[in-house]
C-alpha cells in the first residue's frame, strides 16, 4: 500500500512536471512564424528593398523567431487579395493604403489620402502615429483581424503622367486615366471629369503602351521602379495625394508573438518607412533629371485650381462622423 501511494505520488509529480513544461514550451513554440511578405511593386522598388532590410532586422534582433518570405510583383494576387488572406488568419503581410483598408469596416481610415489632406511628410508622419490613427488600428483589428504594423511609408507626392501635360484641372475632362478600384482614388478623380478605368498596378504599364489609358498617376521614384515613363512622356507636378502607405498584417500571426518581438516588429518597420520617406524626397532630383534626358516634358500644375476642384471629396462620405476633417488636420499638425 505504501508503495503504492508512493508511486502514485511520482506519477503525479511527473504529470505536473510534464504539465509545467508544456505551458513554458507553448509561448515559446508561438513565438515562432514564417510571415510571408506580399506586394504588388516590383523588387526593384525603394519599398520593396526597404521591406526586405527592415524584415532582416526583425529576424536578426528576434534571433531567428520571426522570419520573412518575400512575394513581390503581385505573386500573392491583388493587394485586396493579401488583405483578404491576412484576415482569414494567415501568415501574411502586404503592402497597402489607408484607402484599401477603409474598405475593410473602417471607413474613417480614407480621409488620410483625401487630396491635399497633408502639407508635408512631417504632417503625415504625425498623423500616422497619432491617438486618432491608433484608435482606427485597434478597430481594424477587432473587425476584420487586420493588425497595422506601420502606415508611415511616404513614397513622395503623386503627379499625373500621361501623353500630354494637365496643368489644368479642365485639360483632363475626358482622359482615360487610370484609377485603382479603390474608393478614394474614384471620388477624387470624379469631380476632374476623367474617364476612370480600373486597372491593376501590375497591369498599369501594358495599359499605357496598348492605349488602354493614357493618364496614370503616381510617385516619381514609383514611376521609375515601374517604367511608365517608357510609355508616356508627360508628367505634370500636381503632388495630389501623398498616400499613408505600408504594411499590414493578420492580427493572429501579430498576436501569436511575445510582447518583446511584436515591439520590434513594429519598431523595424516603423524606422523603414522613415527611411523611405527621407530616400523618396532625396531621389526626387534626380529622377527628374533622369526622365529629362529619357525625353520626358514635365509640366507645373495649377495647384489651386486642384484644390479647388476636388475639395467636393470630403462630403462626399456619408459615414465620416461630423467635424472629422477637423480632428484629421489638428492630429497632422499636433494642434
Known sequence: MISSMISRRALGKLLAATSALGLMSAPALAQEVTIRLATVNPPTGESFIMAEEAAERVTERTEGRVQFQMFPSAQLGSTTDSIEQASQGQPVMTFTSASFLAGFGVPELAIVEGPFIVENTEEAERLAFSDLMMGYYDDLAQTAGIRVVALNWFDGPRHMIGNAGYPHPDDLEGVR?????????????????????????AEVYSALSQ?????????????????????????????????????????????????????????????????????????????????????????????????????????????????????????????
Not at 484609377?179 to 491593376?200: C, N, Y
Not at 465620416?320 to 497632422?332: H, I, K, M, N, T
Open 211 to 335: 492605349g488602354v489609358v493614357s493618364a496614370a498617376e503616381a510617385p516619381l521614384t514609383g514611376l521609375r521602379a515601374s517604367g511608365w515613363q517608357e510609355v508616356a512622356k508627360h508628367i505634370t507636378l500636381t503632388g495630389h495625394f501623398n498616400l499613408f502607405l505600408g504594411w499590414v498584417m493578420s492580427e493572429e500571426t501579430y498576436q501569436a508573438l511575445s510582447e518583446e518581438d511584436r515591439a520590434i516588429l513594429m519598431e523595424e518597420f516603423r524606422v523603414g518607412g522613415q527611411d523611405l520617406t527621407a530616400l523618396s524626397k532625396g531621389l526626387e532630383d534626380e529622377v527628374r533629371a533622369e526622365f529629362e534626358e529619357q525625353g520626358v516634358t514635365f509640366h507645373e500644375a495649377d495647384v489651386q485650381a486642384y484644390r479647388d476642384q476636388t475639395a467636393s471629396f470630403y462630403t462626399s462620405f456619408p459615414d465620416w462622423p461630423e467635424g472629422l476633417y477637423d480632428q484629421v488636420r489638428a492630429a497632422a499638425t499636433g494642434e
Open 177 to 201: 486615366m487610370r484609377v485603382p478600384p479603390v474608393e478614394t482614388w474614384i471620388k477624387t478623380f470624379e469631380p476632374l471629369d476623367v474617364l476612370a478605368t480600373t486597372v491593376e498596378a
